[in-house]
Nanobody, 115 residues
Framework: QVHLVESGGGLVQPGGSLRLSCTASGCIFSIYTMGWYRQAPGKQRELVASITSGSSINYRDSVKGRFTISRDNAKNTVYLQMNSLKPEDTAVYYC?????????WGQGTQITDSS
């Protein structure tokens, strides 16, 4: 059974930085496309960034130049480095793994504007 565990969320001031981690177990991590999604209160879940098994990367426009997604297959972990955070980045951030039509989600980690 695939299990994804996110960590690294918390309170952050505008302009601050955080790094999220998502560690997978129960799967061959290297074959999965990994993604970070977020959901703000009252809004739909949206893709923030994704990285394929071949390390092709995609970002939503609003985070380009501020967020960086990366993966370490040896550690079964995907990261999201978030810099220059804005109040509108406040949301629950979810990790997603997809391969061969199978989709798995983590439980989410909260990013909150502390201002």
């Amino acid at each position: 059974q695939v299990h994804l565990v996110e960590s690294g969320g918390g309170l952050v001031q505008p302009g601050g930085s955080l790094r999220l981690s998502c560690t997978a177990s129960g799967c061959i991590f290297s074959i999965y496309t990994m993604g970070w999604y977020r959901q703000a209160p009252g809004k739909q879940r949206e893709l923030v960034a994704s990285i394929t098994s071949g390390s092709s990367i995609n970002y939503r426009d609003s985070v380009k130049g501020r967020f960086t997604i990366s993966r370490d297959n040896a550690k079964n972990t995907v990261y999201l480095q978030m810099n220059s955070l804005k109040p509108e980045d406040t949301a629950v951030y979810y990790c997603r793994a997809i391969a061969s039509g199978y989709i798995h989600w983590g439980q989410g980690t909260q990013i909150t504007d502390s201002s």
